[in-house]
């Protein structure tokens, strides 16, 4: 029974891999398409070229570093490699809490150790080699650092108390850890820019002038009260610019980021804000929430159906049943539910994009939100022809040639 269990684990990361690599194939090869008339004057040749280098080095680059991540897993899974390091904390300590704190801090920090040459090479060769990137080494290693702490102390916080759930109620310990993870992700929701964003970026309130009475009138337009409007220093580590809407109720605040006001017309910046204002007046945070409270109580079900049976331990090499190499298996053997979930979740983002869009052209800045968001594609040398079967699977918003269309025919219905 383990023995094919390995073989089902093992097939479903290669399949895995070879979809994602098919897909990016296909992504790669439709950079070459003629570019649409819409959006024919968006790049000069000189920077079309860059465009293209850029998105065919990253595609390299990507299959480098996916090909070593998949070879190292189907490794430690021929070799029992996870049930070594799992033999190793149990010799650490017998306490199941501690003894998989380390076995998960073991594979964390070592898969991260891993990555660091990629990180390095993507952000101070190809990021540096395109103009893009701004980190310098010291910011680098502090940012990583401060990961490695916020990894110790949240990740393994909760992971802690999900175990202690598991050996206290065991069949039952799937509500507790959804409850959990849910009171979580509202409290992160609510507090991540005030507790977790300062830890890497500075963030200042907008000061008094131009920019803020413009997006002070938009709020009035928009019958949606703005009080909290920051500034983010995002040009401490890259040029790309981008703008984000976070918190619910009274934490709720709109973020800019520095390169964002410099690379965008008064105009530009409040169609983009009014597009993240559509958002919350369209309940997209809340639904989005609730989507994924579900999705995470679906998981931890099943996984607490399956986590007690020996043979998700045995198929990674061990004849000891514990909760950690359950979760390692059960989390491959789930991928592809998860994978089927992410693109149902794909295209409901993409909703709620097209919807936003909406609602800042219905407050007559559909015009400038084309313009800016060109702006920002032609900034961060953006693929104009990605594959449709590419942005099926994996894109979050709708292209911008599907954005545009999709503005313009609104505006010309009414």
Do not use: C
Request: aromatic letters at 14%.
């Amino acid at each position: 029974m383990e023995n094919t269990l390995l073989v089902i684990i093992i097939s479903i990361t290669v399949i895995s891999y070879a979809i994602s690599l098919w897909l990016d194939f296909l992504n790669s090869k439709n950079r070459n398409k003629v570019v649409p008339d819409e959006l024919a004057n968006l790049y000069d040749t000189e920077k079309y070229t860059k465009s293209q280098n850029y998105g065919k080095t990253n595609d390299r680059f990507s299959f480098i570093s996916s090909s070593f991540s998949t070879l190292l897993i189907i490794i430690m899974l021929a070799f029992s490699g996870f049930a070594i390091v799992n033999h190793y904390a149990l010799s650490i300590s017998n306490n199941e809490i501690v003894s998989a704190l380390i076995f998960l801090g073991i594979l964390v920090f070592a898969s991260d150790l891993l990555d660091i040459p990629f990180s390095l090479y993507s952000t101070f060769v190809i990021e540096e080699r395109f103009g893009f990137n701004k980190t310098n080494i010291k910011t680098f290693v502090l940012d990583k650092i401060k990961s490695w702490g916020l990894i110790l102390v949240i990740g393994g916080g909760l992971f802690s108390i999900f175990i202690w759930f598991y050996l206290e109620t065991r069949e039952m310990f799937w509500i507790y850890a959804w409850i959990t993870l849910s009171v979580f992700s509202v409290f992160m929701t609510m507090f991540y820019s005030t507790l977790i964003v300062p830890l890497f970026n500075k963030q200042t309130p907008l000061e008094e002038g131009e920019l803020r009475d413009a997006i002070s009138k938009m709020g009035e337009k928009a019958e949606f009260k703005i009080d909290n409007i920051f500034v983010i220093n995002g040009s401490k580590r890259s040029t790309k610019a981008n703008a984000y809407f976070s918190g619910l109720g009274p934490k709720k605040r709109i973020v800019l980021y520095d390169t964002l006001i410099n690379d965008l017309s008064t105009n530009e910046i409040i169609a983009v804000l009014a597009h993240e204002i559509g958002h919350y007046k369209n309940k997209h945070t809340l639904s989005n929430m609730i989507l994924s409270f579900v999705q995470s109580g679906i998981m931890l079900f099943i996984f607490s159906l399956l986590v007690d049976n020996p043979a998700l331990s045995k198929a990674l090499g061990s004849d000891v049943v514990s909760f950690q190499l359950g979760l390692i298996a059960f989390g491959i053997l789930y991928s592809p539910v998860s994978m089927i979930l992410s693109i149902f979740m794909n295209m409901y983002s993409r909703k709620n994009e097209y919807e936003a869009d909406k609602f800042a052209a219905d407050l007559n800045y559909g015009e400038y939100l084309i313009s800016g968001l060109k702006k920002l594609t032609a900034k961060n040398l953006s693929n104009l022809t990605p594959h449709p079967l590419y942005v099926f699977f994996y894109f979050s918003h709708p292209s911008l040639l599907q954005r545009i269309k999709a503005i313009n025919n609104g505006r010309n219905r009414t």
